[in-house]
C-alpha cells in the first residue's frame, strides 16, 4: 500500500507562523510533497496569503484583509502572535511564492485555497489563473475552495487545471457536487474520509485530500483507507 503524500497545511504551522515563507521554506526543508495555503484580495486587488478575512489573529493589524492596500498589510508584524522570535515576519504575495517555485531544486506542488467561500473576492479566479499561466506552473497546481461557484468559474475558464471541492464535516451531497463542478478529488476532514462517503467518493474516482492530521493514530487510521494526500501542521511528524 502506497503511503498518501504529505503537504504542509499552510507551510509547517505547527512551528512556524502560518502562510510566511518562513513556514513555506521549513516545509521544504523537511521535504514535504506540496504545500497549502490561501489566497485573497487586497483592497488595490493583489493576491495577499492570508487564511482569515481578517488580520486580527495573525498579525498586530485589526481590521478585513479586503480593505488593506498590499502596502499596508505587509507592512504588518505576521510574526509576533506566533513567538517573539518571529517578530516581524511579514506577510507574502502569491507572486513571490511563484516565483520561489521556480528556483532550481523546487519541485513542491501548490494547493492555492481561493478565500472566497465568505467575501466574494470578483476577479479572483481570473486573477489566480493568469498568475499560473505567467509563471508556467498549471502542472504543479491544485486550486481548492469551500464554494463551488467559484470552483466552477475555475473549470470554465480552464478546463485542464487541478481542482479539489473542499467540504467540512460530512455533508451527503459533496460527491454529486463534485461530479457537476468537474472536480479531480474531493478535500475533506478523516470523518468524511473513514465514512461510507468517503468510501463512495474514492469509488467514484475522486482521490481524498484530507486536512487538518497531526495526530499519529489517525494518520495510521487514513493511510490504511488509501487517501492520497495528508495535510498537516506538522510535516515533521510524518516525513
Keep these: 500500500m502506497s503511503k498518501p503524500a504529505i503537504f504542509a497545511?499552510?507551510?509547517a504551522s505547527g512551528e512556524f507562523p502560518e502562510n510566511t515563507m518562513m513556514a513555506f521554506e521549513e516545509a521544504k526543508r523537511i521535504g514535504v510533497a506540496g504545500i497549502e495555503l490561501d489566497v485573497q484580495l487586497t483592497k488595490d486587488e493583489q493576491l495577499v496569503i492570508i487564511h482569515d478575512e481578517r488580520v486580527d489573529r495573525t498579525t498586530d493589524g485589526t481590521g478585513f484583509v479586503k480593505d488593506f492596500t498590499l502596502a499596508d498589510i505587509t507592512a504588518l508584524d505576521a510574526g509576533s502572535w506566533f513567538s517573539p522570535n518571529f517578530a516581524g515576519e511579514r506577510l507574502?504575495?502569491?507572486?513571490?511564492?511563484f516565483a520561489w517555485m521556480k528556483e532550481e531544486g523546487n519541485h513542491l506542488r501548490l494547493n492555492i485555497e481561493l478565500k472566497n467561500d465568505q467575501i466574494r473576492y470578483l476577479g479572483l479566479e481570473e486573477k489566480v489563473l493568469a498568475l499560473i499561466k505567467e509563471y508556467d506552473l498549471e502542472e504543479r497546481i491544485i486550486i481548492s475552495s469551500f464554494n463551488p461557484f467559484s470552483l466552477q468559474r475555475v473549470r470554465m475558464l480552464n478546463a485542464s487545471i487541478e481542482i479539489g471541492y473542499l467540504i467540512f464535516g460530512m455533508p451527503d451531497n459533496?460527491?454529486?457536487i463534485?461530479?457537476?463542478i468537474e472536480a479531480n478529488a474531493i478535500h475533506c476532514q478523516a470523518?468524511?474520509?473513514l465514512s461510507a462517503?468517503?468510501?463512495?467518493a474514492m469509488q467514484a474516482g475522486f482521490p481524498l485530500r484530507i486536512y487538518t492530521v497531526n495526530d499519529e493514530a489517525e494518520y495510521k487510521q487514513l493511510v490504511a483507507a488509501g487517501v492520497e494526500v495528508i495535510m498537516t501542521d506538522f510535516p515533521d511528524r510524518f516525513q
Design 9 to 11: 497545511h499552510r507551510g
Design 92 to 97: 507574502t504575495t502569491l507572486n513571490t511564492v
Design 174 to 176: 459533496a460527491l454529486w
Design 178 to 180: 463534485a461530479q457537476e
Design 191 to 193: 470523518e468524511y474520509a
Design 197 to 200: 462517503f468517503g468510501e463512495a
